[in-house]
């Protein structure tokens, strides 16, 4: 039987996003606990004021981001409300509101390099509470079996992205899928390089003006394969056709290739014998991995498969009548491939419960690459 894990990995529930205000009223603090200096080619040293411990709260947005250095851990408790304009929302590529959230971020102040790309969901977050979420949780399936995870930045399905490259979850969660445009002004310093955040590993997030630090990702050669293929969310479908040159829609459309660039596969690099991350303009925008050790709990699958839909997402995605179960007819791709093997009672009818079975018999196979190959 087809691992289950290549479904649940290829059907993603068409969860939107999108964005909210601006201006700002910075204060900051530092406690002397760590070095604050950062160092970096001459002519483009870097804003530092974000190494040690501040307070960053602007009235006019209700951001309200505080981060306290203490020993070798870097504590953010933030309510992830930018500071800074965004786009309108809801729009008709975005059905949701910003809301204010509780969160409390962690990261240590001595990161340690391993060398060792880590795929992560959230690689980092920004100086002023804003998560980077590169990318998506949206899937193209077609009949013939190949899955794509679509990218945020492209222009195949409108996903609301606001001039940020950012847009917001149904719950209310304001994130960036690329670069964060009007936070990096409101951070720049005049130099090249902007300090615009830390990944979850520890190391510094920077954005350079000049663009000067190439992504070493590049399209793919030949065309996708592919047939009968759709997108689908609680409030769309599309037929979508995949064929034709790889183009950027997809994840899977790059692949990395060493010494192409100037950065490596997690978008990082190290300058002057310090490591960072750059935010690029070009793919993959913010990395997908992180190179330095991370909680076990922020780590994720490789292969961009963390955020595959739970039973309950797919069971809403693909319930037509709105029954609570799937029939045949109401499948699509792998699933239906295997749906009188999931239908274990063999009524006709697969339940969330049956669903669930099936995927922790899959996840105990070994996962499977995506069919089209690449990255996602």
Not at 2 to 15: D, R, S, Y
Not at 142 to 148: K, R, S
Not at 154 to 164: E, P, S
Not at 271 to 285: D, E, I, N, R
Request: proline residues 6%.
């Amino acid at each position: 039987m087809k691992t289950i894990f290549k479904i649940l990995a290829g059907i993603a529930i068409g969860f939107l996003f999108g964005c909210n205000s601006q201006k700002k009223s910075t204060t900051h603090s530092h406690d002397g606990s760590e070095e604050h200096s950062h160092d970096v080619e001459p002519g483009v040293e870097t804003i530092d004021d974000y190494y040690g411990s501040y307070d960053l709260e602007d009235s006019a947005f209700g951001t309200k981001t505080k981060v306290t250095v203490v020993g070798d851990t870097r504590v953010m408790v933030t309510n992830s409300l930018p500071n800074h304009e965004t786009g309108t929302f809801p729009n008709p590529g975005n059905p949701n509101i910003i809301a204010s959230q509780d969160i409390t971020y962690e990261f240590p102040v001595t990161p340690k390099y391993t060398g060792k790309a880590q795929w992560m969901r959230e690689p980092g977050v920004a100086l002023n509470g804003i998560k980077f979420e590169p990318q998506t949780a949206e899937v193209v399936v077609c009949d013939t079996g190949e899955n794509y995870r679509v990218e945020a930045i492209q222009d195949v399905i409108d996903l609301g992205l606001d001039f940020n490259h950012a847009h917001v979850q149904p719950t209310g969660a304001y994130h960036y899928h690329g670069t964060p445009t009007s936070m990096i002004s409101k951070f720049d310093s005049g130099q090249d390089l902007v300090h615009i955040g830390f990944a979850h590993d520890g190391f510094p997030m920077y954005y350079s003006k000049s663009g000067q630090y190439k992504p070493s990702f590049k399209l793919l050669d030949g065309t996708r394969a592919g047939e009968d293929c759709t997108y689908d969310n609680p409030k769309q479908h599309m037929d979508i056709s995949v064929g034709g040159h790889h183009d950027g829609t997809y994840g899977s459309d790059y692949e990395y290739v060493a010494g192409y660039g100037d950065l490596d596969e997690c978008n990082g690099i190290t300058v002057a014998g310090k490591y960072m991350y750059l935010v690029t303009s070009q793919f993959p925008y913010v990395g997908r991995c992180v190179m330095g050790e991370v909680e076990a709990e922020q780590q994720g699958p490789p292969n961009g498969q963390g955020d595959r839909p739970d039973s309950a997402q797919i069971i809403e995605q693909m319930d037509a009548n709105k029954d609570g179960k799937l029939s045949l007819k109401e499948v699509k791709g792998p699933l239906k491939e295997d749906f009188s093997k999931i239908d274990a009672n063999s009524n006709g009818f697969i339940t969330k419960e049956e669903l669930q079975k099936a995927s922790k018999v899959g996840d105990q196979g070994p996962r499977r690459e995506p069919s089209q190959g690449g990255r996602n």
